[in-house]
């Protein structure tokens, strides 16, 4: 839990944690890369070795420096608490102090009908537009630069994410950021694109994760700015404790929501979608179930349940339907199985709707399977529109096939049939 305990450290790093100390001045945000290594040809560290030092520094919060991401890795943030202090710019306790009317740089650049209909949207909805950050923010950040680069820091921090980058004819529109800290709005009482998913002519898959009286502070918020990678942008709806959006590929509806009752939390992701196409539900909801409890683990010592609610209960409109537990998730399917009896006794359900799909594609359970078969894995690189194949050798074969009907499972398919 502690690794940095008892660490024995080269004196070059000690020397370079303070001269990073002495960067902290007002106004001075952020340095380069660059200039991180003049600092470190100082403190007789070799280039190689500066990564190590900024991340050791990172984790025990001196600074912040964020490797895995390609344009925040160029920075380093020396004082985090002035990093705390900009961003106080938009984080209040009193929401209505955030945007001020009688703000003189918000007044010079926008009209009072334009600033009445920023506030609303940013009271009810936490939207802010670009343009309305860079006036809050101009006293910190002077180049659009700077600017960007701060965005990208907060959208790193899970505070915001971007809900449009729009044009109007050939003119480029700024983008909007929305803030779920600020969300006020409640579920609406229509959502027609989840209505329109009708049980009759859908299955619904509905997992979930239940804390017990304590849930960290914003952590559904951060989950939802994290969603955007796994849902389709040309819908999605946001409100206080929830979120309905397509899949990435458009095949099912999700639904994510928090329910706090007698002291349990629950964070639960549903996908609806027709039989033929529940693996792009199951692949939905388990990478927003994946994304949580990537977050949770910056708490190492929090404790949940994970579990699948009955899919015939659901069908059967019960009040307190039946629980499977997390097992499931990550048990193989024994090969040949038809359906799975409800806890309840009453009723059963088909396998589809219990495993997950990399669950039901073992053709041969054994352990020794099992573990050959997980050095292997099927993920969608989308930004070159191709499925990739790793291996536990760490190669990967790139598959071109993005016109099949089912190209995941057709994948796997081809997987399975060369392991087997």
Known sequence: MFPNIRRQLPSSW??????????????????????????????????DDVQPVLSYLHQLGNILHFHDNNQLKQYVFPDPLLVIDILKEI??????????????????RFTRVRLQKMQKDFLQQGLIPQELLETLMRKHFKSAENMNILIELMERLGLCYEVSRATEGSVKIKPVYRFPWYLQDHKPNDLKAWEKHTLGETEQITIGLEMHKFCPTGVF??????????????????W?????????????????????KDDYINITATGKAEMTKLDSAWNGITSILDELKTILKEWPGIVYDEYIICAHCIKQNEDSPELFTGDYLYTNCPQGLESVPCPSGIGSVHPSLVYPPSRRETKDCSPEANEAHQGHNVTLDKSTGSFVLVTGDNADIKIQDLKLSNPREEVNDRLNDSLW
């Open 240 to 260: 206080i404790d929830g979120v309905c959006s397509y899949c990435w590929d458009g095949n099912a509806l999700l639904l994510i929501k928090k329910e706090v």
């Open 14 to 47: 000690a020397k370079m944690e303070k001269r990073l100390l002495l960067e902290r001045q007002p106004y001075k945000y952020m340095l380069t890369w660059d200039e991180c290594l003049k600092l470190a040809k100082s403190c007789d560290l070799n280039p």
């Open 221 to 238: 918020e951060r989950l939802c700015t994290r969603l955007q990678s796994h849902l389709n942008s040309s819908y999605r709806q946001d």
């Open 91 to 108: 984080f209040h306790h009193d929401h209505s102090k955030v945007l001020k009317m009688s703000d003189p740089s918000i007044k010079a």
